[in-house]
């Protein structure tokens, strides 16, 4: 069976989802030797939550490209749990905290941008990072081929 584009399209943004978080990680900003780390950061824990969604996502489409026609009954029940954790995320933390990261941050950034995000961050984090971990998410709320199981 071929992957449709939903499913390409998934895989393309769990991995670009890595990438930041790789680059975001080998940064070295002063706020990361202090308390909390970047977990102090709600933009570092969206970016978490939403590479963990998108690689749960990657699994369930993997899982049922694989179990499709088995008819092993097993295999069916663990992969309706997979759907079932899937869509629970979506719904409790994924889009949630998605949609409330980018609406805060675009709002308090355009009213003064000094107060989120100041221009001396410009020398740790490079432009297209920030937009990565500010609104990448609009990709994924604007997936209509999402619940296609």
């Known amino acids: 069976m071929a ?6 399209l998934r895989v393309a943004i769990l991995l670009s989802y890595c990438s930041i978080l790789c680059n975001y990680k ?3 900003m002063p706020s990361h030797q202090t308390y909390g780390g970047s977990w102090k950061f709600l933009t570092f824990i969206d970016l978490v939550i ?3 969604f998108f690689g749960i996502c990657v699994l369930t489409d993997l899982s049922s490209l694989l179990t499709r026609g088995s008819g092993n ?3 069916e029940r ?3 749990k997979l759907i079932s954790l899937r869509d ?8 949630p905290v998605g949609v409330f990261v980018v609406a805060v941050f675009w709002i308090i950034y355009a009213y003064d941008r000094e107060m989120i995000y100041p221009k001396l961050l410009d020398n740790f984090i490079p432009g297209w990072l920030n937009h990565g971990m ?5 990709v994924r709320l604007s997936d ?6």
């Open 73 to 75: 009954q097993e295999q």
């Open 3 to 8: 992957l449709v584009p939903c499913q390409v």
């Open 144 to 149: 209509p081929d999402f619940r296609e199981s």
């Open 26 to 28: 080998a940064i070295e």
């Open 50 to 52: 939403q590479a963990v």
């Open 134 to 138: 500010s609104s990448v998410d609009s």
């Open 88 to 95: 629970w995320m979506l719904a409790v933390l994924a889009f």
């Open 78 to 80: 663990q992969l309706k």
